[in-house]
């Protein structure tokens, strides 16, 4: 146990112990207290949220309307789009080099430069 938690067991024992003298007027009184603090206390909610999104876009659509939805729908599919292009993009590159490692001829002969001109077409024979 904590220093806290034996504070707080005092406090709770001495105001149990003051409170048997009180007379029933200030008891209704402190009880009356009691439930306009705990009132004041509660939040209120207009409905059920998930960590706080479904007020945010609650108020984004009563503030701002249908633009900001509208502007919100466009960001979210222009990051989705650029997400795909780069997976396609990767993808393409894995089959140009998977197929160049699969191949028969060893990477050198692609470094060569000799044969970088045997592969061109020869515009002097036609």
Known sequence: MNTEDIIAKRIVATLDRSLSGLGPQ???????ARRAAL???RAR????????????VTDLWNTHSRLAMVTLTAILMLVAAD??????????????DSA???DDLPIDAYLDHGFDRWLKPDD???
């Open 124 to 126: 002097s024979a036609s």
């Open 39 to 41: 009132e004041h206390q």
């Open 100 to 102: 160049l490692l699969s």
């Open 26 to 32: 200030v008891e209704t009184r402190l009880q009356l």
């Open 45 to 56: 909610t207009s409905g059920l949220s998930l960590a706080g999104v479904s007020r945010t």
């Open 83 to 96: 997400t795909l292009r780069d997976s396609v993009m990767s993808s393409e590159l894995e089959e140009v």
